[in-house]
T-cell receptor, first 114, second 112 residues
Framework: DAGVIQSPRHEVTEMGQEVTLRCKPI?????LFWYRQTMMRGLELLIY????????DSGMPEDRFSAKMPNASFSTLKIQPSEPRDSAVYFC????????????FGNGTRLTVT | QQQVKQSPQSLIVQKGGISIINCAYE??????FPWYQQFPGKGPALLIA???DVSEKKEGRFTISFNKSAKQFSLHIMDSQPGDSATYFC???????????WGAGTKLIIKP
């Protein structure tokens, strides 16, 4: 089991640039989550997919953020244009079902926007 | 009412001691209380979880104590080891994972 795979591990970009974060969930998992982690705000759920369909995107901070899940094995989180306040660690997590199965997190993408 | 309040923010414990992290909640509809452990550079990983129909759950050196009337739950780490040094998050939800409400986290350092 390779676990949840995220890329890149680190991303440094300039304000105004487009950033795309990628996630490969664990095979067989049908629920996928994007989280953002900062010292100030802790862990924040950005968006939740079930069976590739976005169920709850109320945590997406603004229209600059968008997420897609074109198939069961791939998801992207895009920020366009990026701003310094977007600097954070972004995590993808997957699990089976919508109940209380453990969330399996990737190792995250550390984004720095200068 | 949706918050989960976690304390302390940071904790230093001597090797072999007991580490205790506390969480409190307001929403009595919560019915699932997991604890996640996060090492530097890694994502959180489920450590142990409890439901409100039991008052205690133990897995090895890790124990969750649950006090339904006080709306509090805590994580106890017995015989704490340097390898337990990590950030610990409590969480609570009603029904499904995507509704998890996370605590702010506790950075635990175990001194050798």
């Amino acid at each position: 089991d390779a676990g949840v795979i995220q890329s890149p591990r680190h991303e440094v970009t300039e304000m105004g640039q487009e950033v795309t974060l990628r996630c490969k969930p664990i095979s067989g998992h049908n629920s996928l989550f994007w989280y953002r982690q900062t010292m100030m705000r802790g862990l924040e759920l950005l968006i939740y997919f079930n069976n590739n369909v976005p169920i709850d995107d109320s945590g997406m901070p603004e229209d600059r953020f968008s997420a897609k899940m074109p198939n069961a094995s791939f998801s992207t989180l895009k920020i366009q244009p990026s701003e310094p306040r977007d600097s954070a660690v972004y995590f993808c997590a997957s699990t089976i079902g919508q109940g209380r199965s453990p969330l399996h997190f990737g190792n995250g993408t550390r984004l720095t926007v200068t | 009412q949706q918050q989960v309040k976690q304390s302390p923010q940071s904790l230093i414990v001597q090797k072999g001691g007991i580490s205790i992290i506390n969480c409190a909640y307001e929403n009595t509809a919560f019915d699932y209380f997991p604890w996640y452990q996060q090492f530097p550079g890694k994502g959180p990983a489920l450590l142990i979880a409890i439901r409100p129909d039991v008052s205690e759950k133990k897995e090895g050196r890790f124990t969750i104590s649950f006090n339904k009337s006080a709306k509090q739950f805590s994580l106890h780490i017995m015989d704490s080891q340097p390898g337990d040094s990590a950030t610990y998050f409590c969480a609570a939800s009603r029904g499904s994972n995507y509704q998890l409400i996370w605590g702010a986290g506790t950075k635990l350092i175990i001194k050798p």
